[in-house]
């Protein structure tokens, strides 16, 4: 096996702990050090819907991080508004040591070609920081933790972007060194991104984030060797894309994929009905 990837379930906040999944997958000595300040990348494209990690999941990912000596919360500009503004969304987190960081105010900066443009990054996404990727567990082709990437593009004008993304997600990764730690939030199963959810309350993490994303993807009823992104991956060989190839450790794969199968079915049989009576 050439990747690992980590399942755990949890019944609410009060047991929500990242360190034993963690230890399934090798631990993290080598990025729980007091010289590497974090960067966890939330994604939360709009406040109005809490399509994002959840307070609680990025909450653990600090705690499994001891010795830390600072976190930055990041995100950019779009035009749902500031980085800033919806950073918000986590404030009960914010501390002394754990900072909002909007990478389009950034002005310490390097400059990279991504998607056949020249962009400026912000320093904080490069090492020694740890770099973090957070985002939800989803029925969308386009992605999750890879997807994520695509808020490192620091002005609100993303769009243009938006015909070659798997090759700009893929320059990004490239750029900043790759994703150290990927921790997809399964709280709930999202059906798209604008549809309903199915509570879950189940965790993905692992070191290689294209594994996890796979595996996340497969778990939402998707095709990892037809959705462009990860296949993009595949071809630059940045990490592994056969479920057959990843070790999935945890929680029982075959039985979890049955329940989001099952919960997909029932989303889609609803939304039918919906549909029929309007």
Excluded at 145 to 165: A, E, Q, W, Y
């Amino acid at each position: 096996m050439g990747s690992k990837v980590a399942l755990m379930r949890f019944t609410g906040k009060d047991d929500l702990s990242i360190d034993h999944t963690l230890e399934m997958i090798g631990g993290i000595n080598d990025l729980n050090t007091t010289k590497r300040p974090v960067t966890i990348k939330v994604g939360v494209f709009t406040t109005k819907r809490a399509h994002h990690s959840s307070v609680d999941v990025v909450r653990a990912i600090i705690n499994v991080f001891d010795k830390a000596p600072e976190f930055l919360l990041a995100e950019s500009d779009n035009y749902q508004g500031t980085g800033s503004e919806r950073l918000q969304v986590w404030k009960e987190l914010f501390a002394d040591n754990v900072i909002p960081f909007n990478l389009s105010e950034d002005t310490e900066t390097r400059q990279f070609q991504i998607g056949g443009e020249n962009l400026q990054l912000s320093h904080i996404l490069f090492k020694p920081n740890v770099f973090v990727s957070t985002h939800v567990l989803r029925t969308f082709d386009r992605g999750s933790i890879l997807k994520n990437l695509f808020g490192l593009v620091p002005d609100r004008k993303k769009s243009r972007f938006h015909k070659k993304l798997p090759a700009v997600l893929a320059d990004l990764y490239e750029a900043i060194g790759g994703i150290d730690l990927a921790v997809m939030d399964g709280t709930n199963l999202w059906h798209a991104w604008t549809g309903p959810t199915t509570r879950m309350n189940i965790i993905l993490a692992g070191r290689d984030a294209i594994a996890v994303e796979t595996v996340g993807a497969t778990l939402a009823g998707l095709n990892p060797e037809k959705m462009p992104v990860i296949q993009e991956f595949a071809k630059r060989g940045l990490g592994e894309t056969k479920m057959e190839n990843i070790e999935v450790l945890g929680v029982d794969f075959d039985e979890l994929r049955k329940e989001c199968e099952t919960a997909i079915k029932a989303c889609k049989k609803a939304k039918k009905a919906q549909g029929a009576q309007t």
